[in-house]
């Protein structure tokens, strides 16, 4: 089982729409949580990080369960913008070692 | 936020030699700095993790000996793909932290396109 997987989609959503993203990670010991961004052939770049209690910021919602061993992300009000790669990333023990999951991409249409 | 700053940005070179990635922390120090690769349509794969002044500890599968790589300070590291071929053509990533911010997110260079031909 990899450590970190996700649903590659990719996801088709018209503009305006709610969409939502899975990822489950088979370390039970991992400590911290991360979604990034990344667009094409560019460099991964922190959307937010996931906490156990959930956070949010603007369109987007962070979940973490860590009984279940999986991270969300809710995207509410889906902008064209919004297209791109989104990496669910967990951190591997104490140190900076990311461990990142093959990506979900998402592609909004006017 | 912090700053990692690598180079080049994108590199083309012949097939058999040898091409260095260097990867700086700008604004602040870093003991260890991981390296990754990624080919297209993947995710980042980490290949190693560079410890600054001793050796780098690599992922099952990836051969220390064409990859190799240096951190000779806190805000310096270097890759060097030896020996490259074409299969070695890839869109390399370093990523560092900073000290003491066990918590925090890494940051990431702006990654090194690499196509051997």
């Known amino acids: 089982r990899k450590e970190v997987e996700q649903d590659p989609g990719p996801f088709n959503v018209p503009e305006g729409a709610t969409v939502a993203f899975n990822c489950t990670y088979s370390n039970s010991a991992s400590q911290s949580f991360f979604w990034y961004r990344q667009d094409c052939r560019k460099e991964p770049k922190l959307l937010m990080s996931v906490y156990s209690s959930g956070n949010e910021d603007g369109r987007f919602t962070a979940q973490l369960n860590r009984a279940s061993q999986y991270i969300s992300l809710l995207i509410r009000d889906s902008k064209l913008s919004d297209s791109a790669t989104y990496l669910c990333v967990v951190k591997r023990g104490q140190g900076f070692s990311f461990i990142f999951g093959k990506g979900t991409r998402l592609l909004v249409k006017p | 936020g912090a700053v990692v700053s690598q180079h080049p940005s994108w590199v083309i070179c012949k097939s058999g030699t040898s091409v260095k990635i260097e990867c700086r922390s700008l604004?602040?120090?870093?003991?260890?700095m991981f390296w990754y690769r990624q080919f297209p349509k993947q995710s980042l794969m980490l290949m190693a993790t560079s410890n600054e002044g001793s050796k780098a500890t690599y992922e099952q599968g990836v051969e220390k000996d064409k990859f190799l790589i240096n951190h000779a300070s806190l805000t310096l590291s270097t890759l060097t793909v030896t020996s490259a071929h074409p299969e070695d053509s890839s869109f390399y990533i370093c990523?560092?932290?900073?000290?003491?911010?066990?918590?925090?997110?890494?940051?990431f260079g702006q990654g090194t396109r690499l196509t051997v031909v």
């Open positions: 604004d602040f120090q870093a003991t260890t």
């Open positions: 990523s560092a932290g900073e000290i003491g911010s066990v918590g925090s997110e890494a940051f």
